[in-house]
């Protein structure tokens, strides 16, 4: 597989083969599926996770291009990063928001990173990814500040652990402060105050 040393940051961070692996290998987002609590919000829990399973195979059908590897054969169990076992670990809808808001806003920037400066094949299998995640956290979004199906306290307690994870995921790889200046005022707009940002 390709050698993390050759990757520059925000391929290390986007293409990471513990979540390509709790993702594609592992199925540890699964259960996303059965998260929305009502029809319409089953119908966007479906998609977000087919958009986060197809972020996973590109990823890993780009590493395994590069180093001419099987794509079927499943990366070496090692760690998810913080923010993204955050992420994959969540148990309601309301978490799932949180951990998009955050980790999926980061993994947004990270796949639009290697889009813009990866060359056209990077531009042509990540662009779109960069753009579901970034609609995806959009979502999220509306649906804290909305508020009718989210639970507040649980919502902060979220944001409270996947903010200061996610600072940890962008660290270095040139996504930082824009992840930070996206999500800040996003953040002021719930009332809410992180002070990692």
């Known amino acids: 597989m390709l050698d993390p040393v050759t990757l520059d940051p925000p391929m290390t961070a986007a293409l ?5 692996r709790a993702v594609l290998f592992d199925h540890a987002i699964d259960d996303w599926v059965d998260l929305g609590p009502d029809p319409i919000r089953r119908r966007h829990a479906g998609q977000i996770y087919a958009d986060h399973v197809g972020a996973a195979y590109a990823a890993w059908k780009w590493r395994c291009d590069a180093a001419a590897a ?3 054969r499943p990366p070496a169990a090692r760690p998810v990063p913080e923010a993204l076992a955050l992420e994959v670990g969540v148990g309601n809808w309301t978490e799932l ?3 998009l808001l955050t980790a999926g806003r980061a ?5 639009g990173e290697l889009a813009a ?5 990077a531009r042509r299998v990540f662009d779109r990814v960069g753009r579901d995640c970034a609609g995806h956290a959009a979502l999220a979004f509306l649906e804290i500040r909305r508020g009718d199906v989210v639970d507040r ?3 902060e307690a979220a944001l409270a652990r996947l903010v200061p994870a996610t600072a940890g995921l962008v660290a270095g790889t040139g996504v930082g402060s824009r992840w930070r ?3 800040a005022p996003l953040l002021a707009d719930l009332g809410l105050e992180m002070k990692v940002l």
Not at 107 to 111: A, R, V
């Open 117 to 121: 400066t990866g060359g056209d094949a």
């Open 97 to 99: 928001m949180a951990a």
């Open 181 to 183: 200046d996206q999500l």
């Open 107 to 111: 993994q947004g920037l990270l796949f």
């Open 70 to 72: 099987d794509v079927d």
């Open 153 to 155: 306290a649980l919502a």
């Open 16 to 20: 990471d083969e513990g979540w390509i």
